[in-house]
């Protein structure tokens, strides 16, 4: 009953964060709706092996989304990152030639 319970509404949270539109709604809505019913009543619940299978469900979902553009794309932002960091010195501290300067 309690998983039910639980289902329910993280689904109610879910509904009415997305339709008012709220990024991630669905997602947000189900996390703060079910988080707000276990430390009010203790009763949230999902069996750990349900935990597993929603994990692989969802990044089944998000993997197949990956495309060879997002790849390229990434590339090009590791090496902008890369050129920043150890081309302009932007991962030495401020006050790192403090320490040398005495």
Request: hydrophobic fraction near 50%.
């Amino acid at each position: 009953m309690n998983l039910l319970l639980t289902i329910l509404v993280a689904a109610a949270g879910s509904y009415l964060f997305y339709k008012f539109r709220i990024p991630a709604g669905a997602l947000i809505g189900a996390i703060i709706f079910s988080a707000a019913l276990n430390i009010i009543t203790g009763v949230g619940t999902f069996p750990g092996f349900m935990k597993t299978v929603l994990q692989a469900v969802a990044g089944a979902f998000i993997g197949q989304r990956v495309t060879r553009n997002d790849l390229a794309e990434l590339a090009t932002d590791i090496g902008r990152g890369y050129s920043d960091v150890f081309h302009h010195g932007a991962f030495i501290p401020s006050w790192w030639d403090s320490c040398f300067s005495k």
